[in-house]
C-alpha cells in the first residue's frame, strides 16, 4: 500500500445559504476530489457544523454530468463527503493545504478563521469561485481559480 505524499482540506462554505444548487461548484468539487484522490492525496472534506454538507445532496441532481457520476459512482467519495468534518475539528498542522469551494467569493462566514489560521501557517489557501482563471497572489498565499479549473492542483502538487 502506497503512503499518503500530501493532505488536503476541502471546505466546503456557504452552500446553506443558496435557494439552488449552482452546477459550477457542484461540478468543481467533484473534480478537484477525483483528481487530487487520483494524484495520491488523502482528502478531507469540512464544512459549517460537519455531516452532511448541503452540496453533498444537490450532486444527484446533475447527475447527467459525467464528472458528478464519477464522483457518485465512488463509494468512498460519497462517504467522505457524507462524513464532513466540522470547520471546528480541522487542525491546521496535519493538512499540506486547504480549497475553499465557495458560494460567495467574499464571505467565508465560519471558515473565515480558518482560512487565516492557514495562511499564519504559511500553507496554501484555495479560493475557489468563479474567476474566470488562476491567479496565485504569493505574497499572501491564496490561489483564485474557477471552481472547474484545476490548474491549481499542478501548482501544489508534483
Known sequence: ???????????????????????ELTRGVAMSYCELRRRGAET???????????????????????????FLADHIARSD?????????????DFDFAAFFLTDAADLGAASALKWAFLDQGKPVVL???SPSSQLLPETGIIRSSATDLEWIGQLLP
Open 1 to 23: 500500500m502506497a503512503s499518503v505524499q500530501h493532505r488536503i482540506l476541502i471546505v466546503l462554505n456557504g452552500e446553506p445559504h443558496v435557494g439552488a444548487p449552482d452546477r
Open 81 to 93: 463527503i457524507a462524513d464532513a468534518l466540522s470547520i471546528e475539528q480541522i487542525v491546521v498542522d
Open 44 to 70: 478531507i472534506f469540512a464544512c459549517d457544523g460537519g455531516g452532511f454538507p448541503p452540496i453533498a445532496g444537490h450532486m444527484r441532481r446533475f447527475s447527467e454530468d459525467p464528472v458528478v457520476v464519477r
Open 128 to 130: 475557489l469561485h468563479g
